[in-house]
């Protein structure tokens, strides 16, 4: 499943205006009355595997079983009657559409979903049980993003992106909020990147609360399109075949690479062998089902024990939403 998008991701890099900590604390007053905070745990296992001492920030723990409801969440708890009444439209390969639509029932706001063909079906599931409309088009989410976005201008809702939103990116750092109140001493974080809402949250909230706290992004090799967008400072394409359904988009996007350019540390690149083995060492160290994207912090610290060795290191867990097939695979990774 390789695809290169043709048209690059909308809307117009001059349309958005970065969050600020400002956002980011009305979006956690906001939050407040929806979701708990997610626990953070560390583990011996983890910290015996790593070399690193490692602290987990668990946000498959979130309704949704991922971080996404966070900005979606605050996003529409801030729209219109009006806007509500012509619904929303959002395009994902999954933790982002469970997020829409749980966001959309909380709201009353009418919500279709598109998602590529052959999706998780935990996922898929999960945005019916929401009570949104799913429509499955395409291999990849890209293919998924022209189609919602042809359906948005058809029908008049707002198309939601999964990163090009300001109010989203709000949203998902009072994550990082929440995790550096539970853990201030925190040396670095490692980010599971997708569409970047994630890492630009964490980059706003570490440069206004803990400037010296180093962050960084970590994506599939098998879809670097965030990474060479940050590495190129330009928005790039790239192919798109990671397995890892959270960390597989084709294309860079404008609003958290803008965000991510002015502050993030460094961004690195995992296999999604190294993905299903980091999942696993969850699964027998810290008793979590992590999604294989959920697990790209870990596979990152894993992956370069000298650069982590000693520090405390914050990894999100970012969703625990494992299709059986994934989870098959994550088991075949655990030693008998
Ligand atoms: C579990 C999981 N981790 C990481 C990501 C990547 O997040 P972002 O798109 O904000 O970079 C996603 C995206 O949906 C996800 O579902």
């Known amino acids: 499943m390789t695809a290169t998008p043709a048209t690059p991701p909308s809307p117009a890099p001059s349309a958005l205006v970065p969050p600020t900590v400002r956002d980011v604390l009305d979006a956690r007053r906001t939050l407040a009355a929806h979701l708990e905070p997610t626990p953070v745990r560390t583990y011996e296992p983890l910290d015996t595997a790593t070399g690193a001492r490692v602290v987990v920030k668990h946000e498959n723990l979130q309704p949704t079983g991922a971080f996404k409801v966070r900005g979606a969440l605050n996003l529409l708890l801030r729209t219109t009657p009006e806007e509500r009444a012509r619904g929303v439209v959002a395009f994902s390969t999954g933790n982002h559409a469970q997020a829409v639509a749980y966001a959309a029932r909380s709201t009353g706001t009418p919500c279709t979903i598109v998602m590529p063909t052959d999706p998780n079906p935990v996922k898929a599931h999960a945005v019916r049980a929401l009570g949104a409309r799913l429509v499955l088009?395409?291999?990849?989410?890209?293919?998924?993003?022209?189609?919602?976005?042809?359906?948005?201008?058809?029908?008049?809702?707002?198309?939601?992106?999964?990163?090009?939103?300001?109010?989203?990116?709000?949203?998902?750092?009072?994550?990082?909020?929440?995790?550096?109140?539970?853990?201030?001493?925190?040396?670095?974080?490692?980010?599971?990147?997708?569409?970047?809402?994630?890492?630009?949250?964490?980059?706003?909230?570490?440069?206004?609360?803990a400037p010296d706290l180093e962050v960084v992004a970590v994506q599939s090799s098998a879809s670097p399109a965030a990474h060479d967008s940050w590495r190129s400072g330009a928005l790039r394409t790239a192919q798109n075949a990671?397995?890892?359904?959270?960390?597989?988009?084709?294309?860079?996007?404008?609003?958290?690479?803008?965000?991510?350019?002015?502050?993030?540390?460094?961004?690195?690149?995992?296999?999604?062998?190294?993905?299903?083995?980091?999942?696993?060492?969850?699964?027998?160290?810290?008793?979590?089902?992590?999604?294989?994207?959920?697990?790209?912090?870990?596979?990152?610290?894993?992956?370069?024990?000298?650069?982590?060795?000693?520090?405390?290191?914050?990894?999100?867990?970012?969703?625990?939403?494992?299709?059986?097939?994934?989870?098959?695979?994550?088991?075949?990774?655990?030693?008998?």
Do not use: K, W
């Open 242 to 336: 990671s397995r890892a359904e959270g960390l597989a988009t084709g294309c860079g996007f404008a609003l958290t690479q803008e965000i991510l350019r002015a502050h993030l540390d460094d961004f690195v690149l995992v296999d999604d062998d190294a993905l299903d083995r980091a999942a696993g060492l969850f699964l027998t160290g810290a008793r979590t089902v992590a999604e294989t994207a959920g697990a790209a912090g870990l596979a990152a610290v894993l992956a370069d024990p000298g650069r982590f060795a000693g520090r405390r290191v914050g990894v999100v867990c970012t969703g625990g939403n494992a299709s059986p097939a994934e989870l098959r695979r994550v088991l075949a990774t655990v030693p008998a």
């Open 137 to 209: 088009h395409g291999a990849t989410f890209d293919d998924a993003r022209e189609h919602a976005t042809a359906l948005a201008g058809e029908t008049g809702a707002r198309l939601v992106s999964a990163a090009n939103e300001p109010m989203l990116v709000a949203g998902v750092a009072t994550a990082y909020l929440e995790l550096l109140e539970q853990a201030p001493d925190l040396d670095a974080v490692v980010v599971p990147v997708g569409g970047g809402s994630g890492a630009a949250a964490a980059c706003l909230v570490a440069r206004a609360v």
